[in-house]
């Protein structure tokens, strides 16, 4: 004995030093993070609707001379868009503008050269042999290896100077036959030049077709070192003789690049060639669409709700409250020490939509903190003592909040790799914050709860909130003793059915058992103590789901979306030389002249202050009208301003990659549910409840008008995350009461009972996600009301549809297998029943009642009669101890059954906390059989 308490004492020493370790490491990474984003202004990289960036007008140009076509200007759009998104989640704004212009606005570059290098190059690569060339004269310049022209300055004084650069040599096109061009690239990479050399070189990868012909031409020129062309542009990059012949499709194309230039140029080459070239039209520097004023407001409000919230959660949980609120701040240092990092490299830049992320992912780490307290007081309520419960407890609660946050990573990676704009940032920060909500409880909340757990929380249950599950512990106890169950199964009894529990208690402990029924019905704390029936409403559920998913897509098809600019195009209108006109004087004057949701941006050119205003309104001339109105308004010149149509920012190829996206993602749901908990039915009604959530919310949008724009897009994106991770949580229970629940039911009962013992962690997140958000709807700025209404509407609707669409749908479904079916016909349809066999006592439906517990009662008369020897011994056991016994010794029988028919025997231990308990308990009466 003396030697199993040393052992053990040396493994809490061995677990305490290891969490000792993770939290120094987590301070490391703290302090690394803190050192990151600090101040987080400037080291997070902001995206155009925060920080506003540079405004290029690029001006498409015939080859033909003919007029360019739409299709084109449609291509050269999501070509440009492409280059753009190349660089990391951007959030550019990419529109066509009139005819044969496109506007790009890219958030955070002033160098205007630098982003017509990126974006507005043709991209026309082409290999060609020397000898299909058919000007003599520039074959020639060709072959001497003369592909740039001098050029002269004349100073001041008359004298001729040599320029320090040259014109590049450029053919044309026509003159020659190309042998391979940029349709045949299948890859890109960057390297150096050679070993030791400073510039870089673009490697390229041919495709199956290219290889062939570069195969071919390089076999007829090695005889006498011909030579093969690289032409960019029109402009000759470097004519290398051939010295072997080339099949492997590899081709490297040097120019003394810097490592910059390589890059650039590897993207466009990546993006494909432009179908008409674009010359620079005008630059100019635009401010936010959001406005500093507007978010500034926005975060007070949001950090006002977040305050209510940490009150709250101290009211409600006490000591562990500020556990998670230490939890949630230690998550957001982390967090934005991640993003921090990221932009420093220029991968990230912080928009709308990556706020929608970032808001997501806060609620997300407040659900997985109050998820893991909950699991934490529940195994305090099933008996065991803190140090346990902060081990058992906290892992069940953390792998619950691994397992949601698995499946809303696969949302965010398929949003992040399939679709593009915004969508692309917001499935970026939301995977950055699932990844850092994993971290935050793998080395803060777990090892901060163990440590505290036998040190202070045991000491002063009070102060951190569990002394109500401790006196429920004993109340529990005594009542699992008087029936000869766990305390778990007594619990569950107690929780599904109170009338029943106590009809069962008195035949199993008489007097005793009704006495400790009583006393478990009138326990008082902070949990739910008695199932509410939602399960028994899962009709009227349902009928309501159903209605309320057919009149939205009714009102959506009769009233119509009010799309906003970005979807739908409309004009641009550009004021110039406005003085000292506000941001918020032009938005109040265009409300006044019929277009309060216009999206308005400042502008800087040459010093000179202006707006870019943009309205859905499609009518330049109407539009030309308002602005005139607005001029008058304002003291503006008539001739201040230029209207001009511009096409979606959002269009057709965005909206096609951001469903197919959200497509693949619910496939992939289905497929990791399935395999997770083997159960793909799951993953099929978690997909129905986030139909309803969508089509309910667009549905309300399209009832009262509102406007659809991108932060509606990332509100809707956001609820898709708070509806799957609750639903995934109620689902994780299910199948875990699925595994090891012991009490005799039907699967509906236990699906009902599942949904109630996570129901207060439901209510819980959803206040802590909702309380912010509706300050931000009441109290934030008009152009971050459109997100907040969508939250709070999706909010409401994510957390009703996990209780009546999703878990009703799949208990409907699991309850017609055959297993399930028999349950039915055995314990009965009513939801709220259980039956419970425990050696002399089976307690079945009401109406086979009476007839089961007449042979069960003879059974243990005469059970009792043969064996005097063996009652008068269990007396001076518990019933409990009794019961387990009789499990210990069933699970005994069935391994000697199953040694004697296997070949190899296994030896399997489904729940190894009970068997670990039950073989303390085992030893305990063999030692006490011994001494008597």
């Not at 600090?38 to 001379?65: F, H």
């Not at 949001?302 to 209510?308: K, T």
């Not at 007081?377 to 419960?389: K, L, P």
Request: net charge negative; hydrophobic share 45%; glycine share 8%.
């Amino acid at each position: 004995m003396a030697e199993s308490n040393t052992k053990k004492r040396k493994h809490v020493s061995g677990n305490n030093r290891r969490n000792v370790w993770l939290l120094i490491l987590l301070t490391l990474l703290v302090v690394g993070s803190v050192f990151m984003f600090m101040p987080p202004q400037e080291k997070i990289n902001q995206g155009l609707d925060i920080q506003g960036g540079l405004s290029v007008v690029l001006t498409a140009n015939s080859t033909d001379g003919d007029s360019v076509s739409q299709e084109d200007m449609e291509i050269s759009r999501d070509i440009i868009e492409s280059r753009v998104n190349a660089l990391g989640a951007s959030e550019a704004t990419v529109q066509i503008q009139g005819n044969n212009q496109i506007l790009v606005q890219i958030p955070g570059i002033s160098d205007t050269q630098e982003a017509l290098d990126t974006i507005g190059r043709t991209g026309n690569l082409e290999f060609a042999r020397l000898d299909s060339f058919t000007d003599a004269d520039v074959q020639q310049k060709i072959d001497s290896g003369n592909l740039t022209t001098s050029t002269t300055v004349t100073d001041d004084y008359g004298n001729t100077l040599p320029s320090e650069g040259g014109s590049q040599l450029t053919v044309e096109e026509g003159t020659y036959t190309p042998i391979v061009t940029g349709a045949n690239i299948q890859s890109v990479t960057i390297d150096k030049q050679s070993e030791g050399s400073p510039y870089y070189a673009v490697n390229i990868s041919l495709d199956a077709e290219g290889t062939q012909a570069f195969a071919e031409a390089s076999a007829d020129l090695v005889d006498d070192h011909g030579k093969i062309v690289i032409i960019l542009d029109g402009v000759v990059n470097s004519a290398p003789a051939v010295q072997s012949e080339i099949t492997t499709g590899q081709v490297s194309i040097t120019g003394n690049y810097s490592q910059d230039e390589a890059k650039a140029l590897k993207t466009v080459l990546e993006s494909g060639s432009l179908p008409v070239s674009f010359t620079y039209a005008q630059s100019q520097t635009v401010g936010p669409t959001l406005g500093q004023d507007a978010l500034a407001s926005g975060v007070l409000v949001a950090l006002a709700g977040i305050l209510l919230v940490m009150l709250y959660l101290l009211f409600f949980y006490r000591g562990l409250g500020m556990i998670t609120a230490a939890a949630i701040a230690v998550f957001s240092v982390l967090y934005l020490g991640l993003l921090a990092t990221l932009s420093h490299f220029g991968l990230f830049s912080l928009s709308l939509s990556g706020v929608a992320g970032i808001v997501l992912t806060i609620g997300m780490a407040a659900d997985s903190s109050i998820l893991t307290l909950e699991r934490f007081r529940e195994e305090i309520r099933f008996g065991r003592s803190v140090r346990a419960a902060s081990i058992t407890g906290v892992r069940h609660g953390i792998l619950t909040s691994i397992d949601a946050d698995l499946v809303s990573l696969v949302t965010a990676l398929s949003l992040f790799f399939l679709a593009s704009s915004g969508v692309k940032g917001f499935g970026l920060t939301l995977a950055l914050g699932i990844m850092c909500d994993i971290v935050m409880m793998l080395v803060f909340k777990a090892p901060l709860i163990r440590l505290l757990a036998p040190r202070a929380i045991a000491k002063h249950p009070g102060f951190w909130g569990v002394s109500d599950c401790q006196a429920a512990a004993g109340v529990y106890k005594e009542l699992s003793e008087a029936e000869g169950e766990t305390v778990e199964t007594a619990v569950s009894l107690e929780a599904i059915n109170s009338a029943d529990n106590e009809t069962y208690a008195t035949r199993k402990g008489g007097e005793r058992g009704t006495a400790a029924a009583q006393a478990a019905s009138k326990v008082k704390g902070r949990f739910i103590k008695h199932d509410i029936n939602f399960l028994g409403y899962r009709k009227v559920f349902l009928t309501v789901a159903a209605v309320v998913m057919v009149l939205s897509a009714v009102i959506i098809g009769v009233r119509g979306l009010n799309l906003g600019i970005e979807f739908i195009g409309g004009t641009s209108i550009t004021f110039t030389d406005t003085g000292s006109v506000t941001t918020d004087q032009m938005r109040s004057a265009f409300a006044e002249a019929g277009e309060p949701d216009a999206v308005i941006q400042t502008t800087a050119n040459n010093g000179e202050a202006g707006f870019i205003v943009r309205t859905t309104n499609a009518d330049a001339a109407e539009s030309a009208g308002e602005a005139m109105t607005v001029a008058n308004s304002l003291g503006l010149s008539s001739n201040n301003f230029q209207v001009s149509t511009i096409g979606p920012d959002w269009g057709t190829s965005v909206i096609q990659a951001m469903f197919i996206a959200l497509i693949v993602s619910f496939i992939l749901i289905i497929v990791y549910i399935a395999l997770r908990f083997r159960q793909y039915k799951m993953g099929v009604t978690a997909i129905v409840a986030l139909v309803h959530d969508i089509l309910l919310v667009v549905g309300i949008y399209a009832l009262v008008g509102r406007e659809i724009n991108p932060n509606v897009v990332a509100a809707l994106l956001t609820i898709l995350g708070y509806s799957l991770y609750d639903t995934v949580v109620v689902f994780h229970r299910i199948s875990d009461n699925m595994e090891h629940s012991e009490v005799p039911c039907t699967f509906m009962t236990m699906a009902n009972h599942s949904m109630n013992q996570v129901f207060i962690r439901s209510i819980n997140t959803t206040l802590t996600s909702i309380i912010p958000v509706f300050a931000m709807l009441l109290f934030g700025s008009e152009t971050l009301q459109d997100f907040a209404f969508a939250m709070v509407i999706g909010l409401l609707a994510g957390a009703y549809s996990s209780i009546a669409i999703a878990c009703p749908l799949f208990a409907i479904w699991k309850s017609r297998e055959e297993k399930n079916v028999n349950l039915t016909k055995k314990y009965g349809n009513e939801v709220g029943r259980f039956a419970t066999s425990r050696g002399s006592l089976t307690y079945a439906a009401p109406e086979k009642e009476a007839e089961a517990a007449k042979p069960a009662v003879a059974v243990a008369e005469k059970e009792a009669s043969a064996q005097p020897k063996q009652q008068e011994q269990a007396e001076q056991k518990s019933a409990a101890q009794i019961a387990k016994e009789k499990r210990a010794a069933a699970r005994k029988q069935a391994k000697k059954k199953k040694t004697h028919e296997a070949a190899q025997p296994e030896i399997r231990i489904v729940d190894r906390e009970k068997f670990e308990e039950a073989s303390e308990e085992a030893a305990k009466h063999t030692s006490e059989g011994a001494e008597e």
